[in-house]
């Protein structure tokens, strides 16, 4: 038998079972499947756990070299902290990310109770977050035309 994988996800919410659901804001047919979309590192997980917000959609964001792209919305600020669960996954409890669109990252169709938990705080990491006045700057910036 193959040794796990450990594998993150980031949510402003504590929470203590992990429950597949929708994404929202990502493209293409493969995140359009009920899933808990997962990152290989505690780093970018943090990243999600940090820009997700906690009620509603926040309307223009990505991760690109490992720092997030966001536009600034005052009535949607980035949130303060977040939570990285982890959990340790066999060969077959989870999906590749697709080859064509990798940004979707790992999936989990099953819900888990995640073994780690760990609060992250954006004091620590505000150095990873861009911010761009409008949408179609954002849009400039992510399409190299800018």
Not at 90 to 96: F, K, L, S, V
């Given at each position: 038998m193959s040794s796990p994988k450990r594998l993150y996800h980031g949510s402003p919410h504590r929470l203590t079972t992990i429950e597949p659901r929708v994404?929202?804001?990502k493209d293409g047919?493969?995140?359009q499947r009920n899933a808990v979309y997962m990152a290989e590192t505690p780093e970018e997980a943090t990243l999600y756990a940090l820009t997700r917000p906690r009620v509603g959609r926040r309307g223009g964001w990505a991760i690109?070299?490992?720092k997030v792209h966001y536009v600034r919305n005052p009535s949607m600020p980035i949130n303060r902290q977040g939570y990285v669960y982890g959990h340790d996954f066999?060969?077959?409890?989870?999906?590749?990310p697709p080859q064509d669109n990798v940004q979707i990252g790992y999936t989990v169709d099953q819900p888990f109770t995640p073994t780690v938990r760990t609060r992250v705080r954006l004091s620590?990491?505000?150095d990873r977050f861009v911010e761009h006045a409008t949408k179609d700057e954002l849009r400039e910036f992510l399409h190299g035309t800018r």
């Open positions: 994404a929202t804001g047919p493969d995140a690109r070299d490992g066999q060969r077959g409890q989870y999906r590749d620590r990491v505000m």
